[in-house]
């Protein structure tokens, strides 16, 4: 195993403290319990937006803390849910009076731990509530997972309510623009290669050098198939096409088109990769008015990427357009 790191017991926490030195303008990081919060929070009375999740997908969720996003973000260990206690913590730290809203992408742990820490937030009087993204269309009930994973619809949903809080959304309003985006996106990803969790010091699966993990989960949890390795152009059609097949899409509409990279793979490779699926988006009479390319939710330094296609509206068009300023995702400002 050769990574750049000190010792794996202590990874998470020196990666705070170099997120916290970095974007000092941005956010604070708070220990025990880890969590992170804008470094403006409470500044005015507005929804409160937290999501979480296990370390290890950087930049998701951290490098999403900011305006025009999120509030907090709560890190378990690496591929590991957040505690309870954690998330409490953090809903609090943001509580501005105006509501609370959870998102939550759909893994066993996330949404146990997600569920226990807003009953305790309501117990005590503070109003929450929460969208669970399940948006991967390769398989069902797979590991950790009761129905589909939460995968990379998770950024656009962080993304689009965030600017809706921003701009002074209600807790009902917000909810409901998330549960759009959570109903309105679908992905599918690849694995070239397995990934190797610090504690564990070696590969999370075997896969050998002409093979593929079709359908892959961000945790390396099993797909569809393995299959030998194609060309980037059938790759392309064998993760769109189940994406497009699944949503009810209509001619003519107008979609977002994200293209993220697993974490190994080079940018010009996603861009290979986006030229195709535009191309078939585009066969498919959608219209590709919006798009993201690189490395948002990865998974440590598995080669490999996703495609999600997000269903736009001229509401969720304009509240992707609105300025963001975090870590990892800024414009318009």
């Known amino acids: ?31 025990d319990p880890n969590y992170i919060v804008r470094a403006d929070v409470k500044a005015k009375p507005k929804v409160g937006l937290v999501s979480g999740g296990g370390s290890g997908h950087e930049p998701l969720h951290g490098g999403f803390v900011g305006l025009g996003m999120l509030d907090a973000a709560v890190p378990g260990a690496v591929f590991t849910s957040p505690t309870p206690d954690q998330i409490e913590a953090a809903t609090r730290a943001v509580d501005a009076g105006q509501g609370i809203l959870h998102i939550v992408k759909n893994y066993t742990g996330d949404v146990m731990n997600f569920e226990l820490a807003a009953e305790l937030a309501k117990a005590d009087g503070l109003q ?70 610090p504690h564990a010091g070696k590969p999370m699966f075997e896969l050998p050098e002409d093979e593929i993990e079709l359908g892959v989960g961000i945790h390396g949890e099993p797909g569809r198939e393995r299959i030998k390795l194609r060309p980037a152009d059938e790759l392309a059609e064998l993760l769109l096409q189940p994406i497009i097949s699944d949503l009810p899409y209509q001619r003519g509409d107008e979609v977002l088109l994200f293209i993220n990279g697993l974490g190994g793979t080079p940018l010009i490779e996603l861009y290979v990769l986006y030229r195709k699926a535009a191309e078939i988006a585009a066969a498919a009479g959608l219209k590709v008015t919006r798009h993201l390319i690189g490395n948002y939710i990865t998974s440590l330094e598995m080669a490999g990427a996703s495609i999600t296609l997000l269903k736009l509206d001229d509401q969720l068009t304009r509240l992707w357009d609105a300025p963001v300023k975090t870590p990892a995702l800024r414009w318009g400002l």
């Open 1 to 31: 195993m050769k990574k750049l790191i000190n010792s794996p017991e202590n990874v998470v926490a020196e990666a705070l403290a170099g997120m916290a030195a970095a974007h000092a303008d941005l956010l604070r990081v708070h220990t």
């Open 128 to 197: 929450v509530e929460s969208v669970v993204i399940d948006d991967d269309v390769a398989v069902k009930d797979s590991t950790w997972t009761a129905g589909r994973r939460g995968v990379a619809t998770t950024v656009l949903a962080e993304k689009i309510t965030g600017a809706a809080t921003e701009a002074g959304a209600s807790l009902i309003e917000a909810r409901d623009i998330c549960r759009k985006v959570a109903a309105q996106g679908r992905s599918m990803g690849v694995a070239l290669t397995s990934c190797t969790v």
